[in-house]
Nanobody
Framework: VQLVESGGALVQAGGSLRLSCAASGSMFSISAMGWFRQAPGKERELVAA???????SYADSVKGRFTLSRDNAKNTLYLQMNSLKPDDTAMYYC????????????WGQGTQVTVSS
């Protein structure tokens, strides 16, 4: 499975961005996809995830501001980010995992989001 992210940029606080993750390869082996982020000096954290049946979950820090969606026909995952804060500044990574498996096997290269105050 290959994952390619895009959409990161420099944006002012309060602004919006939409990240995209184009997936290819053996998608039949994937049961969930998600977005992680990692800020300098911090651990990588799960921001949002979606299961193969469409159930979504979000980190408390982004609930109400970020929305996850996907286009199955295009094998693309999106993360709509609104009301961005400087604390959202990080490298954002797309990830995928199979059933009964943990995150960590499939990662994209990352896309940088920088929010200025």
């Amino acid at each position: 499975v290959q994952l390619v992210e895009s959409g990161g940029a420099l944006v002012q606080a309060g602004g919006s961005l939409r990240l995209s993750c184009a997936a290819s390869g053996s998608m039949f082996s994937i049961s969930a996809m998600g977005w992680f982020r990692q800020a300098p000096g911090k651990e990588r954290e799960l921001v949002a995830a979606i299961s193969d049946v469409g159930s979504t979950s979000y980190a408390d820090s982004v609930k109400g501001r970020f929305t996850l969606s996907r286009d199955n026909a295009k094998n693309t995952l999106y993360l709509q980010m609104n009301s961005l804060k400087p604390d959202d500044t990080a490298m954002y990574y797309c990830a995928a995992r199979g059933p009964n498996a943990g995150w960590g096997r499939y990662w994209g290269q990352g896309t940088q989001v920088t929010v200025s105050s």
